[in-house]
């Protein structure tokens, strides 16, 4: 790194030497100009005379103050509708009791010891308990009258209670409404009116590339943590775990290298306009900086069911399938390269009795192409189309069987519990 500051401070020092030796056969007045213009340059002044072919510097930042400027509006526009999420829990209280370290010998070798041995404690459990904070998470308020969406695994355990912290600093106890049974998804809601609500945007709209503004409660501690950067990615499948969780699969997902860390779950992932475009869920550890966030026109659909049905209702088929690529294709002699092919499991048939696909006449081995009129492939998988409906919404899907295609209507149902 010195080598290459030498070799730059040596280039311009030639460019000033050779100015002035070419300057040498010139009249005085022009190596006043000369010598003017050089104390400009170093002064950081612009010549009275613009060259054709240079920009003047400020128009090089120009674009980065605009874009400072959004980012710094859409902060301030959507930092009053994040919240911060606290768990609790009735928990034992923790006491010092006493503690014998010989008190697993036999009694002939403990007289050994006598009235000599020092009194010890150890930490234990007493009998009675009060309530701790375990963990926190971040939210956005959706509703003026409290309704307030997080991640499912932020308010995971029923025996916990929760609270919700406001940008303003005011608390309210929270109730869990609904949990998504087949996504990342809950609502809560505060008693509360007149609370400011998101702006929420149009995931299907996005790109790869455009900016990235994720807010949430760091660490469980730092609120209304900022970090920016850009969408690196789209329509990804992903399988996220932690502790006390299990694992769950999450499809479709947006990817992001904004820097989304532990407390940041269910806090919103922003464009420039201040727009919640998707919901952070998930980090890639021991990566740098890889996050997903659930696509917000995902989570528009959970909270209109909220609205309607006092629960996050799930479209349901009723179907368990291998998503087709051309080498199982080829390996199984199959007529379709993608596509949707039911076939049972371990778990359960292909098709679920008394399911709508069961109703519909769906059969195992069947290939479903597409599904009014999208392609079934590995980013639009049969699992993520079914996702953009709602419960009874009829769908038409164009299956593979036995060499024919046929068109199959199929009237969407509610996902049943524990599926």
């Not at 730059?8 to 100015?19: C, S």
């Not at 009735?90 to 006598?114: A, K, S």
């Not at 409290?146 to 695994?153: A, E, F």
């Not at 006449?361 to 392609?375: H, Q």
Request: charged share 15%; with cysteine.
């Amino acid at each position: 790194m010195l080598k290459d500051k030498k070799i730059i401070l040596m280039l311009a020092t030639v460019a000033v030497a050779g100015g002035i030796v070419g300057a040498a056969f010139s009249p005085f007045a022009t190596h006043a100009s000369f010598l003017n213009d050089i104390y400009n340059f170093f002064a950081g002044a612009t010549s009275t005379a613009p060259a054709a072919s240079s920009t003047p510097p400020v128009s090089l930042y120009k674009p980065t103050l605009d874009y400072e400027s959004a980012v710094i509006e859409a902060v301030k526009d959507a930092s009053p509708t994040v919240v911060s999420i606290v768990i609790s829990k009735d928990l034992p209280v923790i006491e010092q009791c006493p503690y014998n370290p010989f008190g697993g010998l036999p009694p002939e070798f403990q007289q050994f010891f006598g009235g000599n041995v020092p009194q010890l404690y150890t930490q234990c459990e007493s009998s009675t308990t009060e309530k701790q904070d375990v963990g926190g998470g971040s939210g956005f308020i959706v509703s003026s009258d409290g309704l307030v969406v997080t991640n499912k695994h932020v308010v995971s355990d029923t025996s916990a209670s929760y609270t919700v912290l406001t940008n303003d600093g005011k608390k309210y106890d929270a109730t869990v409404v609904a949990r998504d049974p087949s996504n990342d998804l809950a609502v809560l809601r505060i008693d509360a009116s007149g609370l400011p609500t998101a702006t929420l945007g149009d995931s299907d709209s996005i790109q790869l590339g455009q900016t990235a503004i994720a807010i949430g409660n760091a660490l469980g501690e730092f609120r209304n943590t900022v970090s920016v950067g850009v969408i690196s990615g789209l329509a990804r499948n992903v399988t996220a775990s932690g502790e006390g969780i299990g694992s769950e699969d999450i499809s479709n997902v947006i990817q992001t290298d904004a820097a989304i860390n532990p407390g940041n779950s269910g806090g919103p992932l922003l464009n420039l306009k201040g727009e919640v475009v998707g919901i952070n869920t998930a980090i890639v550890t021991g990566a740098q900086n890889i996050g997903f966030a659930i696509p917000i026109n995902q989570v528009k659909r959970a909270i209109e069911s909220v609205k309607q049905t006092g629960e996050i209702q799930s479209p349901y088929l009723g179907v368990r399938y291998i998503m087709l690529t051309s080498d199982l294709a080829k390996s199984q002699s199959l007529p379709s390269d993608h596509g949707a092919l039911l076939r049972g499991t371990d778990a359960g048939p292909a098709v679920i009795k008394d399911s709508p696909a069961a109703e519909a006449g769906l059969e195992a081995e069947d290939i479903v192409l597409d599904l009014n009129g999208t392609e079934v492939d590995g980013t639009n998988t049969l699992g993520v189309l079914i996702g953009n409906y709602n419960v009874g919404d009829t769908v038409k899907l164009t299956v593979l069987r036995n060499g024919k295609t046929l068109t199959v209507p199929v009237t969407l149902g509610k996902r049943p519990a524990g599926l």
